[in-house]
């Protein structure tokens, strides 16, 4: 939180207009108040109570005399409305500008999850495509990530289709940083259909996306001689058959075919991955589109560090708010663990373990304002090994 006072990430908040009175604690602090709960890794709302309420050092630091109770939070987090969102969502992009402090973005990942929420008081939760919890509903979350900052998101009702939202990520990231500074996008299958593939080539956007049928990669293997196949790994072979049509897409794309074997099962699925990259092979392609699991990592981070799957309110427009801030609050961290962490031994901690062990260590604030921290705890052994 202190690191995040001196990059004046509060600032931003002045943009934030809620229609409610400020008595005790004004909106900054509330706002505080959620950014820190969520770093030390509050699953609930009423885990402030715990968690942040018995320690007023903290609340000092943060220009409080105390934290705000259970009950005041929950009453702040409700009182947003759908102007708000446009405002958070401002906020948020603004935020994201500064600390992913690079010029040029060398891969843009795109990805989509189901977030479950069956009860049936959640507004706007519908029934959608959550794998392996068929009837399920719940929410759809849309992320757009580069070295390890979030930079876009999008929360809708479980019925939106995953891939709806690829292009509003991708103009969203476009006009925060430029368009000709992305160096490529990459997705999954669910953004790999022939239209968008085909706008992607128009605008000369350089692309890595799985392609969307599994039977076009069948149909296309059956053609391929079996001396043509490179072995990828223990269960993978590919193999490039350069620039092919597809169906609903006018250009022809280079293609990169792969054969997975699933010895579990013992069945073998076809795959293929599309781009216009020119310059790389087919197994270098494969092995860019495999670091794609950065994403698919930081999405299971989100979920078990920051707890975005523990929803706080029924309230839709409540729930968008409070992604916004578990996904501030990622990027405050993630630029911490790189500017700072990174420099005392801690630069390969995750997201969950910043949140659940580092957030946690005890620590008694001196007469001059400094921090004591216990020598014996391992992880402040790593701080000052060196």
């Not at 929420?117 to 919890?133: D, L, R």
């Not at 080539?201 to 149909?219: C, D, V």
Request: some cysteine; charged content about 25%; proline content about 3%.
């Amino acid at each position: 939180m202190q690191y995040a006072k001196q990059k004046g990430i509060f600032s931003y908040f002045e943009n934030l207009n809620l229609e409610r009175k400020e008595v005790n604690y004004s909106h900054l602090d509330m706002i505080k108040t959620f950014i820190t709960a969520i770093a030390c890794g509050c699953s609930y709302i009423k885990d402030i109570n715990y968690e942040l309420k018995p320690y007023l050092g903290t609340a000092n630091l943060l220009g409080m005399d105390s934290f705000p109770e259970q009950s005041n939070c929950n009453r702040f987090i409700r009182d947003f409305t759908f102007q708000n969102i446009t405002e958070m969502d401002y906020i948020f992009n603004q935020i994201a500008k500064q600390l992913y402090s690079k010029e040029v973005i060398y891969d843009y990942d795109v990805d989509c999850t189901g977030l479950i929420a069956n009860g049936k008081t959640y507004e706007f939760s519908e029934k959608g495509y959550f794998p392996n919890n068929r009837g399920a509903k719940g929410y759809q979350l849309m992320l757009g990530t580069s070295d390890d900052f979030i930079l876009s998101m999008f929360f809708d009702p479980g019925n939106t289709s995953p891939g709806a939202r690829f292009w509003d990520s991708y103009y969203n990231v476009c006009e925060n940083f430029g368009q000709e500074n992305i160096k490529f996008i990459r997705g999954d299958s669910i953004h790999g259909s022939g239209p968008n593939i085909q706008e992607l080539m128009e605008i000369n956007q350089p692309f890595l996306l799985r392609g969307y049928k599994s039977n076009t990669a069948r149909n296309f293997s059956k053609n391929v001689p079996k001396n043509k196949w490179i072995e990828f790994d223990n269960c993978t072979k590919i193999c490039d058959i350069g620039w092919k049509n597809i169906s609903s897409c006018r250009y022809k794309v280079n293609i990169v075919l792969q054969k997975i074997y699933r010895p579990k099962k013992d069945k073998t699925i076809y795959r293929f991955l599309t781009s216009n990259i020119k310059g790389l092979t087919g197994p270098e392609k494969a092995w860019l589109y495999n670091d794609r699991v950065d994403i698919e990592i930081l999405i299971e981070a989100e979920k078990n560090g920051l707890h975005i799957t523990d929803f706080n309110t029924r309230s839709y427009t409540g729930n968008i708010i409070m992604m916004y801030l578990a996904f501030i609050t990622h990027n405050v961290i993630t630029s911490f663990r790189k500017e700072v962490l990174s420099k005392i031994n801690l630069g390969d901690c995750g997201i969950k373990k910043i949140t659940k062990k580092l957030m946690n260590i005890p620590a008694k604030i001196g007469k001059k304002g400094e921090l004591k921290f216990p020598k014996l705890h391992p992880m402040i052994k790593r701080m000052f090994k060196n």
